[in-house]
Structures are given as C-alpha cells and as structure tokens.
C-alpha cells in the first residue's frame, strides 16, 4: 500500500490544482472560524451588551469542538472537488488504463483512491483540532476534551 501511496503522491505532487485547493482549504478552515468569531464578537456582542440573548461564546471550551467542527463544514467542498478532480483526471488521461496495464489491480486501484480520501480526511481532521486548539485558548476558559467527539463527525 506504501508503494501506491507514493504512486498517487507524485502524480500530485506536481498538479497545480491540487495545491490552491489545499491551499485554499487549509486557510479556508481558520478564515472561516475567524469570521464567526469576528461576527460574534463584533456584531452580536455589541449588539446585546446585557449578554441576556447569547450564553457565552461559541469559542471557549468545551463549545469550541462543536463551533469549529460545524463552521468548518461550510467549506468542505473543497477537499470533495479535489478528490473528485483527482478521480476524474485518472479516467480524462488515463492514467487508469496505463496503470491496470502496468500490473496495478482493479481492486488496488480502488484501494489507492480511497486511501487518498482517507488522508486528506485526516489531515483535514488535523487542521480542524488545531484550529479549535487555537480558538478556545485564545478566547479562554478553562481547557476540556468534553465534546471532542465532534470531530470525529467531521472526519466522517
């Protein structure tokens, strides 16, 4: 499986699309946590200075797994079109024919493309933990796995 794990990296390693979309999801998960934050902070708190409508921030612990892991959700489109992207070039300059030619199996084929998904999975879980990670210290409130598990639904 390493063997087609290296594979699948050098063809795209080099295709141009699949660094801005990574590169845009990578941002795109503290660029949108930031914004509700900022949102939050700025229009609703200011909004309601008594604090009667909000019950704390979204942001602080233990709440943060959950705001992160949801907001985070806005965007993940992106990893889907890059692995739909990524699938489709195989069949667009078939790559797949060259590679069953070659000896690859059917059934690795299979496998690779879904390990590839299950990588860029966990690397987005990664970002995610580390963005909520940031998030609730730099908000505040004292730190707390409860409600972790959300990010076990996104990884889903």
Same mark, same amino acid.
């Given at each position: ?16 699309? *699949? ?10 998960? *503290? ?46 489109? /992106? ?6 992207? /990524? ?47 940031? *998030? ?21």
């Amino acid at each position: 499986m390493k063997t087609l794990l290296k594979i699948e990296w050098l063809k795209v390693k080099n295709y141009t699309a *699949f660094k801005v979309i990574s590169i845009f999801f990578a941002t795109g998960i *503290f660029g949108t946590n930031y914004i509700f934050y900022y949102f939050k902070k700025n229009v609703i708190d200011k909004a309601d200075p008594t604090g009667m409508l909000s019950s704390g921030s979204p942001f602080e612990f233990p709440k943060v797994w959950l705001s992160v892991s949801y907001y985070t959700g806005c965007i993940l489109v /992106l990893p889907a079109l890059l692995l739909l992207m /990524l699938a489709t070039n195989e069949f667009t300059y078939r790559t797949s024919r060259q590679n069953i030619i070659d000896g690859l199996s059917r059934k690795q084929f299979i496998e690779v493309k879904l390990m590839t998904a299950l990588l860029l999975a966990l690397a987005s879980t990664l970002l995610v933990f580390i963005t909520a990670l940031i *998030f609730g210290f730099a908000v505040g409130g004292s730190f707390s796995f409860s409600g972790i598990e959300n990010l076990g639904y996104f990884f889903l």
